[in-house]
């Protein structure tokens, strides 16, 4: 198994990130984008592989190897690892596996994405950020720790919507995703970023999701380099 590659510190960032619509919900990678280059002064490009689709179906799609192999990658975030929402089921964590593997053979630091809870699922989040850390444990991968964090914040900030449909992201949701992500990526604190106008949030909401990431993550490690 090899280890996972360590690039808090290049130059620039290159982040790809797959997955189905999850990885869009609010323009995810330009969120992201926008908290890298603000909190790093760093190059930064993210971007969205074509297609949606769970990982095992993306082995054979045509495009997702393509466009792993299509640039020199710092960072590939994967998300849609099929689990079983009431947790009576078990899928294959193989693709995933192979997807990280491949990551790091390339020289790209994997980040798995263990998706939010749906609304109202207090015990949703935990679980499938429990089931990536057993894929992290079989191959070794950062894991980001999405479902704690939204699990912290939607308990001290009830008022807020984290959700649109029930179960994809608002853009409360989509920021908070992205400031774990950008702790991840940069070696950064999320919470020593400033209040950025051009994300259509209050400055107070925007402090409060920042403290929330960085908590999480002094809890929560992701990556063991």
């Given at each position: 198994?090899?280890?996972?590659?360590?690039?808090?510190?290049?130059?620039?960032?290159?982040?790809?990130?797959?997955?189905?619509?999850?990885?869009?919900?609010?323009?995810?990678?330009?969120?992201?984008?926008?908290?890298?280059k603000q909190g790093t002064g760093k190059t930064t490009v993210a971007t969205l592989a074509p297609g949606w689709g769970y990982l095992d179906e993306r082995l054979n799609d045509g495009v997702t190897l393509a466009a792993l192999q299509s640039k020199n990658w710092s960072h590939v975030i994967w998300q849609a690892q099929k689990y079983s929402t009431t947790g009576q089921y078990s899928y294959s964590t193989a693709a995933s596996e192979y997807w990280?593997?491949?990551?790091?053979?390339?020289?790209?630091?994997?980040?798995?994405?263990?998706?939010?809870?749906?609304?109202?699922?207090?015990?949703?989040?935990?679980?499938?950020?429990?089931?990536?850390?057993?894929?992290?444990?079989?191959?070794?991968?950062?894991?980001?720790?999405?479902?704690?964090?939204?699990?912290?914040?939607?308990?001290?900030?009830?008022?807020?919507?984290?959700?649109?449909?029930?179960?994809?992201?608002?853009?409360?949701?989509?920021?908070?995703?992205?400031?774990?992500?950008?702790?991840?990526?940069?070696?950064?604190?999320?919470?020593?970023?400033?209040?950025?106008?051009?994300?259509?949030?209050?400055?107070?909401?925007?402090?409060?999701?920042?403290?929330?990431?960085?908590?999480?993550?002094?809890?929560?490690?992701?990556?063991?380099?």
């Amino acid at each position: 198994m090899l280890p996972i590659p360590d690039n808090r510190y290049a130059d620039q960032y290159q982040v790809l990130l797959v997955g189905n619509s999850h990885v869009s919900s609010n323009n995810l990678a330009s969120v992201l984008s926008t908290l890298l280059k603000q909190g790093t002064g760093k190059t930064t490009v993210a971007t969205l592989a074509p297609g949606w689709g769970y990982l095992d179906e993306r082995l054979n799609d045509g495009v997702t190897l393509a466009a792993l192999q299509s640039k020199n990658w710092s960072h590939v975030i994967w998300q849609a690892q099929k689990y079983s929402t009431t947790g009576q089921y078990s899928y294959s964590t193989a693709a995933s596996e192979y997807w990280i593997a491949l990551s790091k053979q390339l020289a790209a630091t994997p980040i798995m994405f263990p998706e939010h809870p749906q609304r109202g699922n207090a015990e949703e989040g935990m679980r499938v950020y429990l089931l990536h850390l057993g894929i992290a444990g079989r191959e070794a991968s950062c894991v980001a720790p999405i479902g704690p964090a939204w699990d912290n914040a939607v308990g001290m900030l009830p008022q807020t919507s984290f959700h649109t449909d029930g179960n994809h992201a608002s853009l409360a949701g989509t920021l908070l995703t992205a400031l774990v992500f950008y702790e991840i990526i940069s070696g950064g604190s999320a919470d020593e970023l400033p209040y950025m106008p051009q994300i259509a949030l209050a400055e107070q909401l925007q402090a409060q999701l920042r403290q929330t990431a960085s908590a999480t993550l002094q809890q929560y490690s992701a990556c063991t380099y």
